[in-house]
């Protein structure tokens, strides 16, 4: 049985108990006790856990699997005809208090998609493939999305590889240790297209009751590490007026963040989310401040400005307390366009199924963002409850991880049918 629109079932449907299984199996490894959720940091022994499960599914479904220079995994079925495949996938590697759907849902999503055509007798006619993507959380190894950004050629193998750990290993040597440094090149295959199926983590499809979001983009990333320099001094003889304080500055900082967003409006939004204090001591003015800031917006231009604007308020403040202050980039990634048709396709396919869809960005970074830059690229957003992610009360409901599922199905089977170039940005 071909895989044409014309020719698959239409009713051909996920198992979603299978699916909600198997995201249950892969939580189990690196559990978080009393949660539903796990901890399985980039290249960690909990990750290898959940590697060699995943893969192990992937060969069971009759995949070839390789492993690249990276870890990266991709999982390929074959179809009538050779050529590159239709890929989804994501990432399984978590933040430290990660839930079980952030990633996880699209490449498990995607084996069961394989297992559906399977068990249903349909072949496609380009071949499939599922991957998950190494170190896409940058939680332990920066940048996020490293894994896809190093398989499109956007990162050199021997830069990545020699970035280290929060914890102090080197990228290279641990991926030696868990057994991934696989022998296929990055950077890897083209495929035909690449579809992410993803829980939005965010409360808008929530919000607005709707089931499935068509996403048309990725908003620009901008990631510093900010370092103030005071002078430490005794909290009970220095008077305020002699103070050199970098606290104070970074409580400056944090404050004007908001406000920064506040005053260019939605969709801007800036996040303080790490700050800490040398010596920090409760009877010691600080010697030192450290602080990250993320800035994000959908217009590159917009973006820069954010930048500008917070750039020059550091460094006014830092003098006026006669501090001195350091900025270091993290990560910077500019705003992402998806492919036009892919998202007509995502649309029209949730509306064809019986589901409410919404067109909307994405406020956070995905593999899919690396993967537009070499063929035509979209996502697919299923509600998540309360909006919450990277916490273990990460939930999205089994409705709703299913009409995820079956877009992804159905999309992957259309594309994998047809002619496929660019259409450019929607």
Known sequence: MSGTSASAPSDLRIDIDRLRARLADLAAIGGIEGTEGCARLALTDEDRDGRDLVVTWMRDLGMDVTIDAIGNAIAVLPGRLEGPPVMCGSHIDTV????????????????????????????????????????????????????????????????ALDIEAIDGPRLGDELERIGYAGPAPVPGLVPHAFVELHVEQGPVLEVEQITVGAVTGVQGISWQEVTITGQSNHAGTTPISLRKDPGLVAARCVAFARELADDIGHPQVATVGRLGFAPDLVNVVPASATFTVDLRHTDEATLQESERRFAAFLSEAAAAEGCTAESTSLARFEPVVFDSGIVDLVEATSIRLGHSVRRMPSGAGHDAQMLARVCPTAMIFTPSVDGLSHNPAEYTAPADLEAGANVLLHVMLELASTPLQPTGPT
């Open 96 to 159: 430290r208090t990660g839930g079980r759907y952030d990633g996880n849902l699209g490449v498990l999503a995607g084996l069961e998609v394989v297992e559906t055509l399977l068990g249903a007798g349909v072949v496609p006619e380009r071949p499939l493939a599922v991957a998950f993507f190494t170190d896409e959380e940058g939680a332990r190894f920066p940048p996020d999305m490293l894994g896809s950004l190093v398989y499109v050629g956007g990162m050199a193998l021997e830069e």
